[in-house]
């Protein structure tokens, strides 16, 4: 091999910025090799776009015009269903309104068709002559709560303390600086309404929600439910029965002693008056669920006992006890 072949065939020197070769690029070619390219062809066709470019780009204006369209329609609909000034707490505290006004009207509703339904089950009995089964029918559904009922008894109010009525600022009841300790809670009624019971009353009822042997009192945040239906304090508690007798022997026993010790300790207000006539109406959430023929001349002792609501023992035991601090 002779001298010029080795020196012809012997690698080139590196170059000094080769580590940097990306960065020479950057800076040499500013343009993207595909642009360039596409100028290219663009002036070879004398200014012309490529066949096709100008159908992309209306059908791109299209979709951009159809997607604003859509977002606007979105907005102006959102917009629609809210009054101006009216925020969407306000409007959601409406929305709860008229749906509770409209659980009131079929509840009403259906106490009317319950009437009816009792007023013809009566006319069909007394059709038939069934002796004596017209009279257990009716004194049953006076018990069972199935039927209104009406008569002397005594009414007991119980009404959150003075203290217990503010609320936060912003509405939440989580945020609120106030202790409960003034408000009536569910397990208060629990225990008024037992010793109503074992008082000897004979028919019960808060704030018009009739109380049956499947009767259930809870809260649900704030807000106590009878029968999954929300109620508002003051809360009335009517019970039928003796008043002079009803209203004494609650009050020597545990369910007027409960009330005493609610007033003295947490502030919250009772009262507990005599009625001449109370009307309770019936339960509007009693199912009959199974049903068997009874004979004729069976015993009506039955239909003296009253019932007990479910809110008993296991709701008293299993409910917060309250406590108050003594210094």
């Known amino acids: ?122 006319r069909q009995l007394q059709v038939n002559a069934q002796s004596g089964l017209a009279d257990e029918v009716s004194n049953l559904a006076l018990v069972t709560g199935a039927a209104a009922v009406k008569g002397p008894g005594i009414t007991v109010t119980l009404d959150d303390a003075d203290a217990a009525k503010g609320g936060s600022a912003d509405g939440d009841p989580r945020t609120t600086e106030q202790s409960d300790d003034g ?61 002079d007798t009803l209203q004494t022997r609650f009050s020597d026993g545990p369910g007027g002693r409960d009330v005493q010790y609610l007033k003295d300790n947490f502030g919250v207000r009772a009262a507990i008056t005599s009625q001449s006539n109370l009307v309770l109406p019936a339960s509007a959430g009693l199912d009959t669920r199974r049903a068997k023929a009874l004979d004729a001349a069976r015993s009506k002792g039955a239909s003296s006992s009253s019932p007990r609501s479910t809110t008993s023992d296991q709701s008293r035991s299993s409910a917060p006890d309250r406590t108050q601090e003594t210094p």
Do not use: F
Not at 49 to 59: F, I, N
Not at 81 to 108: F, H, N, S
Not at 212 to 237: F, H, K, M, W
């Open 183 to 243: 408000r009536v809670l569910d397990q208060d009624l629990q225990l008024v309404v037992n010793g109503l019971w074992d008082a000897g009353a004979e028919a019960i009822a808060i704030n018009g929600q009739r109380l049956t042997a499947l009767s259930a009192i809870r809260s649900a945040g704030e807000a106590i439910l009878v029968d999954y239906r929300p109620l508002s304090p003051p809360y009335l508690i009517s019970a039928i029965g003796s008043p």
């Open 1 to 122: 091999m002779s001298e010029y072949e080795t020196v012809a065939d012997a690698p080139a020197p590196q170059r000094k910025d080769a580590s940097m070769s990306l960065l020479v690029d950057v800076m040499t070619r500013t343009v993207d090799p595909g642009y360039a390219e596409a100028a290219r062809r663009r002036a070879e066709r004398g200014g012309q776009q490529e066949p096709g470019a100008r159908g992309r780009s209306v059908l791109a204006v299209v979709a951009l015009v159809v997607v604003g369209l859509l977002l606007a329609t979105a907005w102006l609909q959102t917009r629609g269903t809210r009054p101006a000034g009216v925020t969407a707490r306000e409007q959601l505290a409406a929305e709860i309104e008229r749906q509770d006004a409209a659980a009131g009207r079929l509840q009403r509703s259906n106490a009317a068709l319950l009437q009816q339904i009792q007023a013809e089950r009566n």
